[in-house]
């Protein structure tokens, strides 16, 4: 693995299923985020986690919840999809930034969800 | 709240000049981050400006204001392949990166 990967590429998906998007990283990064991209919005971010065993909620968490029990896999459930939740979403690393640096986000080919 | 603008859309031709402008108003200021998303890819990091200045960096550049709350994207010499959307992005107090809609950059021959 080179970088960040996601599984799956595409997915449809019943309303009121659950769903997992996974996440993998092997750059040894300590962040992580996963965003949304609907057209004409910016990324917005839903869930984060500054380091293993840690997690913390973005700007538009509801309908969705995550887990980082290690360094590289931070996996995405939907527990009962509904269709606003169409959209592509993005696995996203980073080197946790501090006073001095910076934390440049680096992101995964993305996921593309239909709920229908 | 926290805002970041850019324009939605903008139209070019090969080999000229285009800036693409960025406004923003966030809680805490640590840094100014461009992204280059080609349609159906990710977003891939183009420049970081935290320092009011200019910063080059081949045919881009990225210029930045604190005081004015604002930044430029400048690509010279443009290309077909240039044409993808730019994402202006600002790290905030809590290092959380709070995203512009981005600016979709049309080349024409």
């Known amino acids: 693995i080179a970088g960040i990967t996601q599984a799956p590429t595409s997915q449809i998906l019943a309303a009121g299923r659950r769903m997992t998007l996974r996440c993998t990283q092997d750059?040894?990064?300590?962040?992580m985020y996963w965003y949304r991209q609907d057209l004409g919005l910016g990324l917005r971010l839903i869930h984060y986690?500054?380091?293993?065993?840690?997690?913390g909620k973005g700007e538009v968490p509801d309908g969705y919840s995550v887990s980082r029990a290690n360094t590289d896999d931070f996996p995405l459930t939907l527990a009962s999809a509904v269709p606003s939740q169409t959209s592509v979403y993005f696995c996203a690393s980073s080197v946790l930034a501090g006073t001095g640096s910076y934390n440049e986000q680096f992101f995964g080919p993305g996921t593309r969800l239909t709920v229908l | 709240g926290q805002n970041i603008d850019q324009p939605t859309e903008m139209t070019a031709t090969e080999g000229a000049i285009v800036q693409i402008n960025c406004t923003y108003q966030t809680s805490g200021f640590n840094g100014l981050f461009w992204y280059q998303q080609h349609a159906g890819e990710a977003p891939t990091f183009l420049s970081y400006?935290?320092l009011d200045g200019l910063e080059e960096k081949g045919r881009f550049s990225s210029f930045l204001s604190r005081s004015k709350g604002y930044s430029y994207l400048l690509l010279k010499e443009l290309q077909m392949k240039d044409s993808a959307s730019y994402l202006c992005?600002?790290?905030?107090?809590?290092?959380?990166?709070?995203w512009g809609a981005g600016t979709k950059l049309i080349i024409k021959p």
């Open positions: 750059m040894r990064h300590n962040a």
């Open positions: 400006n935290v």
């Open positions: 986690s500054n380091t293993a065993g840690t997690t």
């Open positions: 992005a600002v790290s905030d107090s809590n290092y959380q990166l709070i």
